[in-house]
């Protein structure tokens, strides 16, 4: 395909998120793949249709950017924006001093992000540090959508 996995970012229960580069520009994506012994699973595919579906109408500096959905070939994924490797829980888990001097920043964006998903008419369903990414910066970006709806 288009895409050339560069590395491994996260394992999930049921897909992976790989780096990779899209092979004519360049640019560099998250990509959300199903795991092997999930592509064939209905319900897991759908799941991801409608990540897609939600994600897709979102745009704010807040929320992850969603770019396409390629069903074609043996391993359905999403082409999501690169961004930070960590979430909120492995920040934690570095230990609260490590984000201290900026958990106001990283607060306000959360809310931010989800704010504006109410304001577009979708509830996340799904809040937990594990679907906050933090840069080291600070910048925030709600991700995980799969199970989301509209309201």
């Not at 092979?23 to 249709?49: C, G, H, I, W």
Request: glycine share 4%; with cysteine; aromatic share 10%.
């Amino acid at each position: 395909g288009p895409y050339r996995l560069a590395r491994l970012i996260r394992m999930g229960s049921s897909c992976q998120v790989w780096e990779a580069i899209e092979s004519e520009t360049q640019d560099r994506y998250a990509l959300k793949v199903l795991r092997p012994d999930f592509r064939e699973d209905k319900m897991e595919v759908a799941f991801l249709k409608n990540e897609y579906e939600i994600a897709k109408t979102l745009n704010h500096p807040n929320v992850i950017r969603m770019y396409d959905l390629v069903l074609s070939g043996n391993a359905p994924f999403l082409v999501l924006e690169l961004f930070s490797e960590l979430n909120m829980k492995q920040c934690l888990r570095r230990g609260p001093d490590s984000i201290a001097y900026m958990l106001e920043k990283i607060i306000a964006q959360c809310t931010e992000g989800l704010f504006y998903m109410h304001s577009q008419g979708f509830v996340h369903c799904d809040i937990k540090p594990d679907n906050f990414l933090v840069s080291r910066e600070g910048d925030v970006k709600v991700i995980d959508f799969t199970i989301s709806q509209k309201i």
